[in-house]
């Protein structure tokens, strides 16, 4: 099942999530093996489950495991691996770690330090830092001398302008780190680093790339840099998500904490669990399951979704000056043909307009050939992005 990768430099990606961990392995061309670990952390009593896959995409395990949290879930990962793949052993590590706050912008060895300058970012993302930081500090524990590169989401966005990251609160809260940062970086870097590969308009001049799935954001590119994005001081801003609000006027939060008298912990599992495609649907955060749904509270949710986007790519479209390229990715990017077309029926006045055949057919060129603005689909690829990361600080590539 694993041989033909036996002795092969195998980079290990971790991501982890609020409740998930995802683990692969990967070499320069496959991923031999791809693990996930759902249910951390969840207080309804279900135990955690894995799935994991060989390069085939063949399920080699499937069910409940003994980890009440991420360091937990690792261990006994790298466990399974031991007992039913000795011989593959990763030369080294990748993490995604959401935050990087002003100090951490490139991709870094992990050394004790670098671990205290991301427990100390913890305030600024308490509710992905923590987990992030666990599967490094039990790797630290368990193998000190397997290396370990921190790729950070926020580092992507580093650059844009300072009145792009500004809030309008007093100076004195911007020293302290409250200003705007966005997320999805890897994904975005991802995109940026393939476009050369695809269109060199898209790569050379502005673009707009949709990050669409759970989670979901824009960003506005110029030359494959990052001008500006939808998300800002937590991954909780900008569009609607899954199960998160995205935007919403300060001044209802205000009131439910006033007049609802909700408690922090209650108003953040409201806007972080509650909202997006799930609160408005009342059915479900998944996509899928909304638009196979007849409901009218289905249509609404999944109209919200590509209005708020719509008017995104607007806003994102006056940061650049312009637009030349619109680009769909992540699950819903890549996927939802119907959510792709009413988006791009609601940017028609930008000059958008794509091959209803070739939507559906879910091509990577989408516009027609008189349209003055490109549209492609083109699915990112995190953890190729972090193994590239980890390659070039290890001195591998």
């Known amino acids: 099942m694993f041989d033909t990768f036996v002795g092969k430099n195998l980079i290990a990606i971790v991501n982890a999530g609020s409740a998930t961990l995802k683990f692969s392995l990967l070499d320069t061309v496959e991923t031999p093996l791809r693990a996930l670990v759902e249910r951390l952390g969840e207080s309804d009593g279900e135990e955690p489950r ?30 399974w691996i031991a007992q039913e793949c000795p011989k593959l052993r990763p030369v080294a590590v990748g993490h995604r770690v959401v935050h990087g706050g002003d100090s951490l912008q490139k991709p870094i060895l992990v050394t004790p330090e670098v671990i205290g300058q991301i427990e100390s970012l913890i305030s600024l993302a308490p509710l992905h830092q923590p987990h992030n930081l666990s599967p490094i500090q039990f790797i630290a524990r368990k193998f000190p001398k397997l290396p370990q590169v921190a790729c950070f989401d926020t580092a992507f966005h580093a650059n844009q302008s300072k009145i792009e990251r ?38 050379t001049g502005r673009t707009i790339v949709c990050h669409l799935g759970n989670g979901a954001s824009l960003c506005g590119l110029h030359a494959g840099r990052s001008v500006a994005t939808t998300m800002a001081f937590t991954a909780l801003e900008g569009l609607p998500m899954g199960t998160r609000s995205g935007s919403i006027d300060p001044g209802v939060l ?14 953040s ?7 997006g495609l799930l609160g408005i649907s009342g059915i ?42 619109l680009v769909f990715t992540g699950g819903i990017g890549e996927h939802a043909a119907s959510v ?34 490109k549209v492609l689909v083109i699915p990112t690829n995190e953890e190729r992005m972090i193994a590239k990361h980890v390659g070039q600080v290890l001195g591998m590539t």
């Open 254 to 267: 205000l009131h439910l904490l006033d007049q609802e008298k909700m408690t922090v912990g209650e108003l």
């Open 166 to 203: 500004m809030f309008a609160l007093p100076r004195s809260w911007s020293e302290k780190g409250i200003k705007r940062y966005g997320f999805h970086g890897l994904s975005y870097e991802y995109i940026a680093l393939h476009l050369p590969e695809i269109d060199e308009q898209a790569a």
């Open 340 to 373: 792709r077309a009413r988006i791009c029926e609601l940017s028609q006045w930008l000059g958008i307009a794509i091959d209803s055949v070739a939507n559906a057919e879910n091509r990577i060129v989408l516009h027609t050939a008189d349209s003055p603005i």
């Open 269 to 275: 599992n409201l806007l972080y669990k509650q909202s």
């Open 50 to 79: 894995a799935v994991i896959k060989d390069a085939l995409g063949n399920t080699v395990f499937d069910g409940p495991i003994p980890s009440r949290n991420h360091g937990e879930a690792l261990a006994w990962l790298f466990d």
């Open 284 to 325: 479900s955060s998944d996509m899928r399951d909304l638009l196979s749904d007849p409901s009218a509270e289905a249509a609404e949710a999944v109209e919200y979704f590509c209005y708020r986007i719509a008017r995104a790519i607007g806003s994102l479209a006056a940061a650049l000056g312009g637009l030349d390229a």
